[in-house]
C-alpha cells in the first residue's frame, strides 16, 4: 500500500520560510516523478513544483519562481519543497504527488498525500 506522508507545514509571517516534507512508502521511489500542489479556500488545486525520478529535471510555478526550491532524496524516499520569501497568497494545503512523469496536470499522478497547511501571516 502506497502512502505519501506531508509534514513541515505551519504559521509564518510574511516573509519567512518553511520546508516540506513528504516521505513516501513506495518500494521503487525512484521510479517516480514527483510534484506538490496547493489548494487555497474556494480555489481549485494549483501546481507547484514537479521533479523528474533522478532529480536532474525540476520546474516550479511562474508564481513561487525564485522563491520556492524543489527536491529528492531517493535514498531517503523524500521529496522537499523549500519555500523561502513567503507571501499570503501561498496560504494553502499543500500536498505531493507521485507519477509517471513531471508535469502540472494532477491528472498523471496517481498517489496523493493528504496535504498539510501552510498559513502565511501578513
Known amino acids: 500500500q502506497v502512502q505519501l506522508v506531508e509534514s513541515g507545514g505551519g504559521l509564518v509571517q510574511t516573509g519567512g520560510s518553511l520546508r516540506l516534507s513528504c516521505e513516501a512508502s513506495?518500494?521503487?521511489?525512484?521510479?517516480?516523478?514527483m510534484a506538490w500542489f496547493r489548494q487555497a479556500p474556494g480555489k481549485e488545486r494549483e501546481f507547484v513544483a514537479s521533479?523528474?525520478?533522478?532529480?536532474?529535471?525540476?520546474r516550479v510555478t511562474d508564481s513561487v519562481q525564485g522563491r520556492f526550491t524543489i527536491s529528492r532524496d531517493n535514498a531517503n524516499n523524500t521529496v522537499y519543497l523549500q519555500m523561502n520569501n513567503l507571501k499570503a497568497e501561498d496560504t494553502a494545503v499543500y500536498s505531493c504527488?507521485?507519477?509517471?512523469?513531471?508535469?502540472?496536470?494532477?491528472?498523471?499522478?496517481?498517489?496523493w498525500g493528504t496535504g498539510t497547511q501552510v498559513t502565511v501571516s501578513s
Open positions: 504527488a507521485a507519477g509517471s512523469i513531471p508535469s502540472p496536470s494532477p491528472r498523471i499522478y496517481v498517489y
Open positions: 521533479i523528474s525520478r533522478s532529480g536532474d529535471y525540476a
Open positions: 513506495i518500494r521503487v521511489f525512484s521510479a517516480y516523478a
